[in-house]
């Protein structure tokens, strides 16, 4: 067991926040919260992270993610969205074909959401299998879990990023088969991984 000792803001039920000032949190040995505390206990003999006088908060959830747009953060909005998407979005997302890329660019993403205290996503890959199970370990190595969805396009996405109804079947039913096969190791190690969603 460990203990973090400092100022605590938790939601202890919806539409509820309370502030514990010198709480502390009780953590399981992976790192699960097994009580708030409204005092550290005087004779708790395990390790104790001290980080009195520091908030300690919840870490936030990106409910909505487009993991092949983040090359795109912060270039606005120019043109109505179909003709941004054609112009900019489309053409960088097909980029994702690329394994090297595609690691590259979420290994980044993954960085940047635990860096900025994101832990928990609902994201889109693409259309591209390998680079979705890419992006699924890079979260995981970066300590981000959720929900990640290969994408399924057979129309509006241009030559390189549609896929026929056979393709996406077959690659769907691959993509769901190598994430259960990593989801079965993780069990052995209580890791949090990633899980699939299906998106279209």
């Not at 000792?5 to 502030?19: D, V």
């Not at 969205?81 to 074909?97: H, M």
Request: with cysteine; net charge negative.
């Amino acid at each position: 067991m460990k203990l973090l000792k400092g100022n605590i803001i938790h939601a202890p039920m919806l539409e509820k926040l309370e502030t514990i000032e010198n709480g502390a949190l009780l953590l399981e040995d992976d790192g699960t919260i097994r009580e708030v505390l409204h005092a550290a206990p005087q004779d708790f003999d395990g390790r104790v992270y001290d980080c009195s006088g520091l908030l300690i908060m919840q870490s936030f959830a990106d409910m909505h993610l487009h993991a092949p747009q983040f090359p795109n953060v912060g270039m606005g909005m120019d043109l109505p969205l179909l003709d941004w998407l054609k112009t900019y979005t489309f053409p960088v997302e097909a980029k994702f074909a690329d394994l090297d890329y595609a690691r590259r660019i979420y290994r980044r993403l993954a960085h940047d959401l635990i860096a900025n205290g994101t832990t928990r996503v609902c994201m889109f890959s693409s259309l591209h299998t390998d680079a979705t199970l890419v992006l699924m370990e890079e979260l995981e190595n970066a300590g981000v879990t959720g929900f990640v969805g290969k994408v399924n396009m057979d129309r509006n996405g241009g030559e390189n990023l549609e896929e026929t109804t056979e393709e996406s079947i077959r690659e769907t039913r691959r993509w769901l088969e190598a994430a259960a096969a990593s989801a079965l190791s993780a069990r052995s190690s209580r890791r949090a991984l990633p899980q699939p969603a299906q998106t279209s």
